[in-house]
């Protein structure tokens, strides 16, 4: 695909720059991190947000975060680096990308124990650049295979953003939509805008509008309507942890447009890398939901909209049952139910 893609997470060996989503769409810019400390706010801040961007963001962070762990020997270091991992591990519970990242870094850590510490150091910077370009190549490889399901002139509804930003590139959910631009298709794109913190007005259809695609923003209520007037020919959406049978944690209000789908019979995808699948999550009742502030409610992007001291409710995301999904498409291929029989398999090589 053509490069109009804004690289969200970069390393330079020295520092991390960090796309700033939260000032997005008014104000691009890149956050400069030399700290470990200020990988985990960003993270935590949703400044740098998406589970594989995240999971990237994990990868690099660490690296950052070892830089002055103890060279003596091997045991001193990685107890340096385990406190290190374990810290940025605290910094959001449900993409599974942020555990799978911090994982793999881990095993490269243990698989170079013997050389000395400072040529560990220089491997996991390596590493935490092939969890990015690999990511990059999973996207490229999910837009192919959810393409297959799409046809020219059809219009999509998406939910929040799994867009290039929130990914390597290219996005996951999005990812199939810049290819059909690419590719001369016409497709069509309701973003729903995403309360309370708006990936898909800020986000999504920021992104589409860079690319030229035909995105309309609605109001997360609307869905139901566009639905029931047949303007929605098919949902796709991201994920943050597909559990074992299936069920699929994604941000708050994808259960919801789910359940609309499915009334209106119209297909609900789920764009899922392999990292985002945690086969020991067993069922989606054990996927750890945040909650977040009450201000990101309240006072949302500064304007008090509610009564001081309102009770408030605020998860971050909900869970789907495997049920309501009609495909999950992942770099390996579209899966179509029986997913606790399916889902293992994507992990034989
Ligand atoms: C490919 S992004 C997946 C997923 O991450 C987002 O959550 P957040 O904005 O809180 O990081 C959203 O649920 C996307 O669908």
């Not at 799978?100 to 935490?128: F, Q, T, Y």
């Not at 799994?162 to 290219?170: D, E, F, W």
């Not at 020919?233 to 789908?261: E, F, M």
Request: aromatic share 8%.
């Amino acid at each position: 695909m053509e490069d109009i893609f804004l690289q969200s997470v970069k390393f330079d060996g020295e520092k991390l720059y960090v796309l700033d989503q939260t000032k997005l769409p008014q104000v691009t810019e890149f956050l400069e991190i030399t700290d470990i400390e200020d990988v985990w706010d960003a993270i935590k801040q949703l400044k740098v947000r998406g589970a594989p961007a995240i999971g990237i963001a994990a990868a690099y962070g660490l690296a950052l975060g070892i830089k002055d762990a103890p060279e003596s020997d091997f045991e001193a270091f990685y107890e340096y680096f385990k406190e290190k991992a374990d810290y940025l591990a605290t910094s959001r519970p449900t993409a599974v990308n942020l555990f799978w990242a911090l994982k793999r870094m881990d095993a490269r850590a243990k698989a170079e124990n013997g050389k000395p510490v400072s040529s560990i150091k220089k491997l996991l910077i390596e590493e935490a650049h092939t969890i990015r370009q690999e990511d990059e190549n999973v996207c490229s490889s999910i837009g192919e295979n959810a393409l297959s399901l799409f046809q020219d002139g059809m219009t999509v509804l998406t939910h929040c953003n799994a867009g290039g930003i929130a990914t390597a590139k290219y996005g996951t959910a999005l990812a199939p939509i810049y290819l059909a631009k690419e590719r001369g298709m016409d497709i069509k794109v309701f973003a729903d805008e995403t309360r309370p913190l708006l990936q898909g007005a800020r986000l999504t259809a920021w992104e589409l509008m860079q690319a030229g695609i035909d995105v309309t923003l609605i109001t997360d209520s609307m869905a139901a309507m566009v639905m029931q007037q047949g303007k929605v020919q098919a949902v796709i959406v991201g994920c943050d942890r597909v559990a074992a049978n299936g069920d699929v944690a994604n941000k708050i209000g994808t259960y919801g447009v789910a359940l609309l789908a499915k009334a209106h019979n119209i297909p609900f995808y789920v764009a899922a890398p392999l990292s985002t699948i945690d086969l020991e999550t067993r069922t989606g009742e054990d996927i750890p939901i945040e909650e977040r502030a009450a201000e990101e409610i309240t006072a949302g992007f500064g304007k008090s909209t509610a009564p001081e001291g309102v009770k408030v409710f605020n998860p971050a995301f909900d869970v789907t049952p495997h049920h309501l999904i009609t495909a999950i498409i992942t770099e390996k291929g579209v899966m179509r139910g029986n997913y606790s029989e399916e889902l293992p398999h994507l992990f034989e090589n």
